[in-house]
């Protein structure tokens, strides 16, 4: 048994295209106007080179990571504003800027500060603010080392360590952690671990030709 499709006037079929148009005009109003955060997910598209494309996490600092254009701050901004910032800093790489598009892939949540007690934590070697630090249950490696002001210029990025001591044998344990790669990754921890009451966060030196 066939049935018999009704072909649509013209005038129903240019009113569906309005009410389309309409409605992604609106979504792209409604994303430009809102402010990235931490958290978020962005998804990017290079024009001029789909190799690029790809979905990046806003980190806890506020910044993104892209292939050749390294660290752009996105947190505050605008999608159009992350775009243009994006493009100026690829356009060493091509022979005019590209065109760049940008959109929220996904939005952080939101998650209540626990009311438990404040752990200890500690930060030792090239970062910017070493020492003791009391943090909240819960706080990821990564938003640890965002507070504490991140690596300094001369860390070791792909060599950060995390000391951990068992309470009960007081065996301590080392996990490797690649700040270049906060999903981890090459037999590492990601920056997604969570602390534990007396963790050490240590940050080598970066050596000579590293």
Do not use: C, W
Request: proline share 7%; glycine share 10%.
């Amino acid at each position: 048994m066939f049935l018999r499709l009704r072909k649509l006037p013209a005038s129903v079929f240019m009113f569906m295209m309005a009410i389309g148009l309409f409605v992604s005009a609106d979504r792209a109003a409604a994303q430009d106007n809102y402010v990235i955060r931490p958290g978020d997910t962005l998804q990017i598209e290079v024009l001029e080179d789909p190799g690029l494309n790809r979905s990046v996490l806003v980190l806890p600092d506020g910044t993104i990571n892209f292939p050749m254009a390294g660290t752009v701050s996105a947190r505050g901004r605008s999608v159009s504003e992350v775009q243009q910032n994006l493009s100026t800093a690829l356009a060493p790489n091509f022979a005019a800027a590209p065109n760049v598009y940008v959109s929220v892939g996904s939005l952080a949540q939101s998650a209540p500060r626990s009311s438990s007690r404040l752990m200890d934590v500690y930060a030792i070697g090239e970062i910017e603010r070493p020492g003791r630090a009391e943090v909240d249950p819960g706080t990821t490696l990564l938003q640890f080392l965002a507070e504490a002001g991140g690596p300094t210029v001369f860390a070791a990025e792909k060599r950060i360590e995390l000391h951990r001591t068992d309470s009960r044998t007081g065996a301590v344990s080392t996990y490797l952690f690649d700040y270049t790669m906060p999903a981890g990754g090459g037999g590492g921890i990601s920056g997604g671990t969570r602390l534990a009451p007396g963790d050490v966060v240590k940050v080598p030196q970066r050596r000579l030709f590293e």
